[in-house]
């Protein structure tokens, strides 16, 4: 299983950005998906997650700003971002823990990251 994050940029601040974090393989199952974001300096954070049924939880920092989605069809996380800050400057990761056929056991993956900056 191969996790793959794309769609950062350089914005503006009140920008948007959706990032995507697509899930390629064979034999497996997503459950929870996290995005987590990693500014310099600072510890990793989790900033939005969501389960298999679609329930979602966010950082207080960016609720009412970020929306975490999934499409279960193309094995793909979505990150809309919206009215972006300077503080969400950071490069974000997306995480998985899925679970693989053959064995039945849950494992978790991460994906490359992909940077986000958001500055005028």
């Known amino acids: 299983v191969q996790l793959q994050a794309s769609g950062g940029g350089l914005v503006q601040p009140g920008g948007s950005l959706r990032l995507s974090c697509a899930a390629s393989?064979?034999?497996?199952?997503?459950?929870?998906v996290g995005w987590y974001r990693q500014a310099p300096g600072k510890q990793r954070e989790l900033v939005a997650v969501?389960?298999?049924?679609?329930?979602?939880n966010y950082e207080d920092s960016v609720k009412g700003r970020l929306t975490i989605s999934r499409d279960n069809a193309k094995n793909t996380v979505y990150l809309q971002m919206n009215s972006l800050k300077p503080e969400d400057t950071a490069v974000y990761y997306c995480?998985?823990?899925?679970?693989?056929?053959?064995?039945?056991?849950?494992?978790?993956?991460w994906g490359q990251g992909t940077l986000v900056t958001v500055s005028s």
């Open positions: 393989g064979s034999g497996f199952s997503i459950h929870i």
């Open positions: 995480n998985a823990a899925v679970v693989l056929t053959w064995n039945g056991l849950m494992h978790s993956y």
């Open positions: 969501i389960t298999s049924g679609g329930s979602t």
